[in-house]
T-cell receptor, first 117, second 115 residues
């Protein structure tokens, strides 16, 4: 299957700082990327959907000014957690999808563990 | 809005046994996809099997098969000849065909295969 990478795999940051997480589709063009958050032993919660070249669509309850999403190219989307707080500590997962070639398949990245101290 | 329910938080079976994981969903859509994903301790999400709602035949992938009951909105996963490597969290997921094609996940079932 297609490969999606995330960087970094783990990050620790101090309260009040911002941290950027990258999601890359390595061998296909991702017209759409999705960002999820997963708490320990819980399911994946969709945060936002980003389409290449347009603004992200955020799910209800997700602060767009806190979780900035950019999808500037067909292979890269970034999630920036601004003014991070300890409650933002979580596991963040991205997935990528090409609507032009696949009717359903989403390819998941390996995830990024964020710890805010 | 669509919802997906997995009523078994945890399950445990012996190696080589067969195990069935339950999933029900609620939707007013007629065409959609259903998936089972596996998340091992590495936390990498892995697609196990998918089912198109317009297909009556149940999907099968080697030791994994589903029992899709559209009228009952039920989508269970059967794992035959279970192996130690099947130990993982299993998530049932729903996707509309039209629109944003977002995945809606169930709560997950933690499956442990014992030697």
């Amino acid at each position: 299957g297609a490969v999606v990478s995330q960087h970094p795999s783990r990050v620790i940051c101090k309260s009040g700082t911002s941290v950027k997480i990258e999601c890359r589709s390595l061998d296909f063009q991702a017209t759409t990327m999705f960002w999820y958050r997963q708490f320990p032993k819980k399911s994946l919660m969709l945060m936002a959907t980003s389409n290449e070249g347009s603004k992200a669509t955020y799910e209800q309850g997700v602060e767009k000014d806190k979780f900035l999403i950019n999808h500037a190219s067909l292979t890269l989307s970034t999630l920036t957690v601004t003014s991070a707080h300890p409650e933002d500590s979580s596991f963040y997962i991205c997935s990528a999808h090409n609507r032009r070639t696949s009717s359903y398949e989403q390819y998941f990245g390996p995830g990024t563990r964020l710890t805010v101290t | 809005a669509q919802t997906v329910t997995q009523s078994q938080p945890e399950m445990s079976v012996q190696e080589a046994e067969t195990v069935t994981l339950s999933c029900t969903y609620d939707t007013s859509e007629n065409n959609y996809y259903l998936f089972w994903y596996k998340q091992p301790p590495s936390r990498q999400m892995i697609l196990v099997i998918r089912q198109e709602a317009y297909k009556q035949q149940n999907a099968t992938e080697n030791r994994f098969s589903v029992n899709f009951q559209k009228a009952a909105k039920s989508f269970s996963l059967k794992i035959s000849d279970s192996q130690l490597g099947d130990t993982a969290m299993y998530f049932c997921a729903f996707m509309k065909i039209q629109g944003a094609q977002k995945l809606v996940f169930g709560q997950g079932t933690r499956l442990t295969i014992n030697p």
